[in-house]
């Protein structure tokens, strides 16, 4: 059990580097909820449901341009969509807890958490050690989380735009993508997405980035089969 305690709060502590990338995109979820003229309820009640901090402010960006309800809600959920993958990934792991334990740490899944666990040092660890470890990350991220949005409800538009946090967000998913590449297929997926996302940038109510997605999906699920038959023709 000591070594499960250690495992949480070693998680707990290969988190808190990365609150520096979560507390401005909070600050700026928060902020920008309320010069929206939503309410501290309903920014916070926003903020656990989706308790995905790009859909939700992509989301409030399809709101203020009135988007159709319909490419708001298929929006929010291609930008989640990846979340299944990550639910499967973890499927084998947290499958045999109980529902009381398993249920939260999946609803919990984050960019963050899918980052440090799926490492290669805690694949060779105990499943024991594994499920503290994930429970030490998921629970300080979401902690980290719900306080950075409070805190940019609190401050709302008294945030100066000099400071562009906004400009913080992208850097932060920068950083995590390039730990993700670690192979010629997820290279060329990151560059066909990034190529997709610019190419249909103009298109209205991020439809460009919806494309983006599924050609970098499309792209990882085909290149396997493609590479496989180019080996066999030349085998």
Known sequence: MASHK???WFGVRDLLPLVSGVLPFGLIAGATGVSMGMTPEMIMGMTVLFFAGSAQLAAYSLIQDNAPFIIIVLTVLVINFRFVIYSA?????????KKRYRLPLTFMLSD????????????AKSNGERVFYLAGVAISMALSWFISVALGVALGASIPASWSLEFTIPLAFLAMLVTTITNRRLFLVACISALCA??????????GFIAAVVAGVSCGLLLPNLLQKRVGKHG
Do not use: D, H, K, R
Not at 89 to 97: H, N, V, Y
């Open 198 to 207: 610019i190419t249909f940038q103009l298109l209205p109510y991020n439809i």
């Open 112 to 123: 963050q958490v899918y980052g440090l666990c799926s490492m290669p040092e805690q694949q």
């Open 89 to 97: 990934s973890f499927a084998p792991l947290l499958g045999p807890l």
């Open 6 to 8: 250690q495992a949480f």
